[in-house]
């Protein structure tokens, strides 16, 4: 299994960004996703994540409004869709997928497969 995450890159303040994540080795539609992502000095942190028992998106509060994700099963890959972008944006993004049936924005060990991680600078 490997998921290969790309997109990252420098971004004004307000601007947007969208992530991909390919995934190869499995079926996405069969598995929760989500992003993480983290801040030099700082803990990995969920971003939001997609449950595949009820196929809702859950949020952490600091992208609600700003964040979304979708998923292309034909393309077997998902995005992280990312506006009115801050400073404190600022972080190696990460996508994880994996087979927990919990409802909720997910732990990082709730997940089994890992992307490489893609770094989104936020900065004038």
């Known amino acids: 299994v490997q998921l290969q995450a790309s997109g990252g890159g420098l971004v004004q303040p307000g601007g947007s960004l969208k992530l991909s994540c390919a995934a190869s080795?499995?079926?996405?539609?069969?598995?929760?996703i989500g992003w993480f992502r983290q801040a030099p000095g700082r803990e990995r942190e969920g971003v939001l994540s997609?449950?595949?028992?009820?196929?809702?998106?859950y949020y952490a509060d600091s992208v609600k409004g700003r964040f979304t994700i979708s998923r292309d099963n034909a393309k077997n890959t998902f995005y992280l869709q990312m506006n009115t972008l801050k400073p404190e944006d600022t972080a190696v993004y990460y996508c994880?997928?994996?087979?927990?049936?919990?409802?909720?924005?997910?732990?990082?060990?709730?997940?089994?497969?890992w992307g490489q991680g893609t770094q989104v600078t936020v900065s004038s």
């Open positions: 994880a997928t994996g087979l927990t049936g919990r409802i909720g924005l997910l732990a990082s060990y709730e997940y089994d497969y």
């Open positions: 997609t449950s595949r028992i009820d196929g809702l998106t």
């Open positions: 080795g499995l079926t996405l539609d069969h598995y929760a």
